[in-house]
């Protein structure tokens, strides 16, 4: 997607050790409504025959981009808790997730009540890097008994191992932008 692509160019920042892409002046601190618009259309645009009826994404930062995405699909929009309690009651699934961003490991969930074995779920996040986050969630929809129609990803740093790795597993892995490199030269898409 050319707007994310460019935008990532112009406002993005790459964190000193060079493993981190800071996106926060438009994506996920302060938003830029009018670009989350342009993404939710296009995984519209993406997964429109998919017959989807749920979305399901991760707190915080797929929350925004998964309701505006929702209001395309019109469809409820889910997202997995994350949690660092260990008594959690029976009536969730849940999943144990690694962070990228912060290195530590924390549960994440979502009640039972909320998905179906007959729902068919669209994954959304801001990030796919080792595929931890998406790992998790798709171990959830798949406990529940529904069907993962695919992921949308904003931004995949495909010289990570997740997008490889999901896809080989037979997921459908839309990423708007993907990186193929980014260091002191700037970004560098595939
Ligand atoms: P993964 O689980 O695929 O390793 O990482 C995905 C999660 O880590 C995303 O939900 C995102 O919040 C965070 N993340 C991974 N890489 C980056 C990055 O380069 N920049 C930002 N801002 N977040 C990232």
């Known amino acids: 997607m050319k707007l994310l692509e460019e935008r990532i160019r112009r406002d993005g920042k790459i964190r000193e050790d060079g493993a981190v892409l800071k996106v926060d002046s438009f994506l996920n601190h302060q938003i ?30 797929g929350i925004g981009i998964a309701c505006i995405a929702g209001q395309y699909f019109d469809v409820p929009v889910l997202f997995a808790k994350k949690s660092k309690s260990k008594n959690i009651d029976g009536g969730v699934y849940t999943a144990r997730v690694e962070s990228f961003t912060h290195g530590k490991v924390y549960d ?37 008994g529904a069907t993962v129609v695919g ?13 490889e790795r999901i896809r080989a597993k037979g997921v459908r892995v839309e990423a708007l932008a993907r990186i193929k490199s980014m260091g002191e030269d700037g970004v560098e898409f595939c």
Do not use: H, W
């Open 151 to 163: 992921a949308g990803i904003c931004i995949e740093k495909a010289f990570q191992s997740g997008g």
């Open 32 to 61: 830029d409504v009018g670009l989350y618009n342009e993404i939710g259309k296009e995984f519209f645009r993406l997964f429109a025959d998919e017959r989807v009826t749920k979305i399901l994404t991760i707190e915080a930062s």
């Open 108 to 144: 994440v969930m979502v009640a039972k009540e909320f998905l179906r074995p007959e729902d068919r779920v669209l994954i959304i996040d801001d990030f796919l890097a080792n595929g931890a986050a998406l790992d998790g969630l798709i171990q959830i929809v798949r406990e529940a």
